[in-house]
């Protein structure tokens, strides 16, 4: 059954300070894999996928994720966090024959000033 | 112009009282999703539509109920609402099945007293 992990509920930067979301999945075919955030009170923005090629997306507000079929891995980074990053990230996998997202449990984003 | 909208936006009403969720989307979209989020951020698919087909649906109480009147909205009724229910609910689509990613409403906040 596929399943996604964020094994991180809580992470809290410094503003300024690289970021790095882990998320791991576990899927038989290949994977569409997903960042989301959500600001409170809000839905859900899609900040990048990955379908096939290349394994460094890159997204919107700057952010960018690696594919590790290895490690079966879709970690998100972003070299420098602004405050407005702070938020719930959700890392998610589908694939091209269903019509259903898997999401993970989603890690907080607190960022200090 | 949004993308996809929700009505209404928090909804606070008794046990046993039957309530609906609209959702209308303007992007020309054949798939139309409805998901819940539960107090612990966790968001799990309930049900799908494709061009007002039923496509997908998950081990939801039967008193939920999807209706697709077309292609561009898909509401929620709910019969004889329980504590439980309480949650934010999500609509969204996508052009074709998950390929592409989906894109969110901002959400329906149901609050069962």
């Not at chain 1, 094994?7 to 930067?13: E, G, K």
């Not at chain 2, 612990?40 to 697709?68: A, C, Q, W």
């Not at chain 2, 019969?79 to 934010?88: C, I, K, M, P, Q």
Request: proline share 4%.
């Amino acid at each position: 059954a596929q399943s996604v992990t964020q094994p991180d509920i809580h992470i809290t930067v410094s503003e300024g300070a690289s970021l790095e979301l882990r998320c791991n999945y576990s899927y038989g075919a290949t994977p569409y894999l997903f960042w989301y955030v959500q600001s409170p009170g809000q839905g859900l923005q899609l900040l990048l996928k990955y379908f096939s090629g290349d394994t460094l997306v890159q997204g919107i507000k700057g952010f960018e994720a690696e594919f590790k079929r290895s490690q079966s891995s879709f970690n998100l980074r972003k070299p420098s966090v602004h405050w407005s990053d702070a938020a719930e990230y959700f890392c998610a996998v589908g694939a091209y024959n269903t019509d259903k997202l898997i999401f993970g449990t989603g890690t907080r984003l607190q960022v200090f000033p | 112009d949004t993308a996809v909208s929700q009505t209404p936006k928090y909804l606070v009403t008794q046990m046993g009282n039957d309530k609906s969720i609209k959702c209308e989307q303007n992007l020309g979209h054949d798939t139309m999703y409805w998901y819940k989020q539960d107090s612990k951020k966790f968001l799990k698919i309930m049900f799908s539509y494709n061009n007002k087909e039923l496509i997908i649906n998950e081990t939801v109480p039967n008193r939920f109920s999807p209706k697709s009147p077309d292609k561009a909205h898909l509401n929620l009724h709910i019969n004889s609402l329980e504590l439980g229910d309480s949650a934010v609910y999500f609509c969204a689509s996508s052009p074709i099945r998950v390929n592409y990613g989906y894109t969110f409403g901002s959400g329906t906040r149901l609050t069962v007293v």
